[in-house]
């Protein structure tokens, strides 16, 4: 079965400054996808980036970025330029390319942005 | 901008009572989840829709729990009898197609609490 780790329960950032979150993962599978969602207190769970994994170049959007290296299954979130509507609990997440398969989730990581 | 609706919001139930939980996904969306979300966890799948079939329900507590898409469009998860356990929040997600690229929207979430 897949699993998905997050080691770090818990992060802090200054504001605009750049903070990373690391995942990683485990599969014997060679085509899936990767996602980081972001959940905000009391608010619903949105995505921040997805990357499939036969892409070598790494996603970015905006001010989020990855860093994804295959070969060592390794996932990491990079947010640049932090701001305060930043703080939320990051969930890293895998998905295999076939049909019919479900959202595996991390543990998260709660983002705290400090001004 | 399309919206998975969720309700109650918030319940408080004593154990033994039964409880449940109300999901419409976005128009068109085929494939929706259930997940829990205990406190300080990442979201676990108990049970995916395909249309009105079960794909995934293999975490879902049988004796208990229970969850119906009759006619493929929105779903009740019920819960009888509730135990302090059962104290999560409780996601529910759709997505157009199952297959691993299709992205998940989340509601807002249904937070359970029981004495």
């Known amino acids: 079965a897949q699993t998905v780790t997050q080691s770090q329960p818990e992060m802090s950032v200054q504001e605009a400054e750049t903070v990373t979150l690391s995942c990683t993962y485990d599969?014997?599978?060679?085509?899936?996808?990767l996602f980081w969602y972001k959940q905000p207190p009391s608010r619903q769970m949105i995505l921040v980036i997805r990357?499939?994994?036969?892409?070598?170049q790494n996603a970015t959007e905006n001010r989020f970025s990855v860093n994804f290296q295959k070969a060592a299954k390794s996932f990491s979130l990079k947010i640049s330029d932090s701001q305060l509507g930043d703080a939320a609990m990051y969930f890293c997440?895998?998905?295999?390319?076939?049909?019919?398969?479900?959202?595996?989730f991390g543990a998260g990581t709660i983002l705290r942005v400090k001004s | 901008e399309a919206e998975v609706a969720q309700s109650p919001r918030y319940k408080i139930t004593e154990k033994s009572q039964a409880v449940a939980f109300w999901c419409d996904p976005i128009?068109?969306?085929?494939?929706l989840y259930w997940y829990r979300q205990i406190l300080g966890q990442g979201p676990e799948l108990l049970v995916q829709?395909?249309?009105?079939?079960?794909?995934?329900d293999s975490q879902l507590p049988k004796d208990r729990f229970s969850a119906e898409r009759l006619k493929g469009v929105d779903s009740t998860l019920k819960i009888q009898p509730a135990e302090l356990g059962d104290s999560a929040m409780y996601l529910c997600?759709?997505?157009?197609?199952?297959?691993?690229?299709?992205?998940?929207?989340f509601g807002a979430g249904s937070r359970l609490t029981v004495l």
């Open positions: 997600a759709s997505s157009y197609k199952s297959t691993g690229a299709n992205v998940l929207t």
């Open positions: 599969t014997s599978e060679s085509d899936y996808y």
């Open positions: 990357q499939e994994a036969y892409k070598q």
């Open positions: 997440a895998y998905r295999r390319w076939e049909y019919g398969n479900k959202l595996v």
């Open positions: 128009s068109g969306h085929a494939t």
């Open positions: 829709f395909q249309d009105e079939s079960v794909v995934d």
